[in-house]
């Protein structure tokens, strides 16, 4: 069943809020929202930004490689690091959609976060990222409702 898309903003929103105020009583989280170069989609990134800096959480923009990071439709930014300069992966991953969601350099990062215990965190379509990583694999996640019947047929051991 599709969620509808505002309620689907408001649950993150929600949920980027907790994390906020969890982080007010408790050192603050590290986040890295990460980003291919070529691509991640505005909105999925900088909301989560925009919300989580606003709340005094230790939040960066990790892109694959040094250089500008195209933000769908049309602004670039730079980031703040890149995968290479992270030596200790975040506590927390948030991981927008992207031009690539099978790139192999943040395939492989993720991989490794996930294994020494960063929590990862999709919004909309940075499902497909999670999911070409591996890390949906036997697990529930959601997807913008447009992908979500796409999603279920490429990747059909993730509900």
Do not use: K
Not at 25 to 30: C, E, I, L, N
Not at 69 to 95: H, K, N, Y
Request: aromatic content about 4%; glycine content about 6%.
């Amino acid at each position: 069943m599709a969620v509808p898309t505002h309620r689907l903003c408001a649950a993150v929103a929600a949920g980027l809020l907790a994390l906020a105020a969890a982080s007010a009583q408790a050192a603050a989280p590290r986040v890295a929202i990460v980003a291919e170069n070529s691509g991640a989609e505005t909105t999925d990134l900088l909301v989560p930004l925009a919300v989580l800096r606003d709340a005094g959480v230790d939040v960066r923009i990790v892109a694959v490689a040094s250089g500008s990071v195209s933000l769908m439709p049309g602004l670039t930014i730079l980031p703040d690091v890149t995968l290479a300069d992270i030596e200790t992966p975040p506590e927390i991953a948030v991981v927008p959609a992207m031009h690539d969601p099978d790139g192999a350099a943040l395939r492989g990062a993720l991989r490794e976060w996930a294994a020494r215990g960063t929590l990862m965190v999709s919004i909309c379509d940075g499902a497909w990222v999670l999911a070409n990583a591996g890390l949906l694999t036997d697990r529930a996640a959601t997807s913008h409702w447009f992908s979500m019947s796409s999603l279920r047929s490429d990747f059909p051991a993730t509900r």
